[in-house]
């Protein structure tokens, strides 16, 4: 099996990683678009017109599978994706509703790119499943590229997650593959005050489910 992984940058390795440990015995095949990120600060069209040409690539190259490692794609244009590719496609977004499940103080932080935020799809993940939940979304436009070029402000990081907390968040999400890499930072800043979701194990489980459909 082939699975190709794709995102803007460095946010898709991480997950094209617990792809290689769930699957040692498939072909990880792992395509960013670093040239052109952050994605998480362009509109849906600019987003298709830049990764359709990519994924199509990946498709003729025999990726069998492709995991969407991007919410900031998933959340714009996954349904033009899903309409001009035919490989199935596996995809990720802000885990607002276990989010929702799992807080106590009925208070979310998501952290996601601009253009997630902005996304139709997040507003319906709010109206389905956070309703009477306060949802924060914490100002982070600027740490896809602050992860990317590997330039991390500690600083920014601590306040943004210690405003979330003062403000009543238990769970933070973290809804941008990129911040996976700093999870680690911000799980020791939340200490036992806040919960940090993100995505990983659902991709897996998801893609071994697609996985079992194909072969
Ligand atoms: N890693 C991407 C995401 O999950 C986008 C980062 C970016 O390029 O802005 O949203």
Same mark, same amino acid.
């Given at each position: 099996?082939?699975?190709?992984?794709?995102?803007?940058?460095?946010?898709g @390795?991480?997950?094209?990683?617990?792809?290689?440990n769930?699957? *040692?015995?498939? !072909?990880?095949?792992?395509?960013?678009d670093? %040239?052109?990120m952050?994605?998480?600060?362009k509109?849906?069209e600019?987003?298709?017109?830049?990764?359709? *040409?990519?994924?199509?690539?990946?498709?003729?190259?025999?990726?069998?599978?492709?995991v969407?490692?991007?919410n900031?794609?998933?959340?714009t244009?996954?349904?033009e994706?899903?309409?001009k590719?035919?490989?199935?496609?596996?995809?990720? %977004?802000?885990? =607002?509703?276990?989010?929702?499940?799992?807080?106590q103080?009925k208070?979310?932080?998501?952290c996601?790119? *601009?253009?997630?935020?902005?996304?139709k799809r997040?507003?319906?993940l709010?109206?389905?499943?956070?309703?009477?939940?306060c949802? @924060?979304?914490?100002?982070?436009?600027?740490w896809? !590229?602050?992860i %990317?070029?590997?330039?991390?402000?500690?600083?920014?990081?601590?306040?943004? =997650?210690?405003s979330?907390?003062?403000?009543?968040?238990d =769970?933070?999400?973290?809804g941008?593959?990129?911040?996976?890499?700093?999870? !680690?930072?911000i799980k020791?800043?939340?200490?036992?005050?806040?919960v940090?979701?993100? *995505?990983e194990?659902?991709?897996i489980?998801r893609?071994a489910?697609?996985? !079992?459909?194909? =072969?």
């Open positions: 099996m082939k699975i190709g992984v794709f995102d803007s940058g460095m946010g @390795l991480s997950v094209a990683n617990a792809v290689r769930a699957f *040692p015995a498939d !072909e990880v095949l792992f395509v960013n670093s %040239e052109h952050p994605y998480g600060l509109t849906p600019q987003l298709l017109k830049l990764s359709l *040409p990519l994924l199509s690539k990946m498709q003729a190259d025999g990726c069998q599978v492709i969407i490692a991007c900031t794609l998933t959340t244009v996954i349904s994706l899903r309409n590719l035919s490989v199935p496609l596996v995809a990720v %977004e802000p885990m =607002v509703k276990p989010a929702a499940t799992i807080t103080s208070t979310i932080a998501v996601a790119t *601009p253009a997630t935020l902005q996304s997040y507003s319906q709010k109206r389905d499943y956070a309703q009477g939940v949802v @924060l979304e914490p100002d982070c436009s600027n896809a !590229e602050m %990317e070029k590997n330039q991390i402000d500690s600083q920014q990081i601590a306040d943004t =997650v210690n979330v907390i003062s403000a009543g968040a =769970v933070i999400v973290l941008c593959t990129h911040y996976h890499w700093i999870e !680690e930072d020791k800043l939340a200490g036992d005050k806040a940090v979701l993100q *995505p194990k659902a991709i489980d893609l489910r697609t996985i !079992e459909q194909l =072969v």
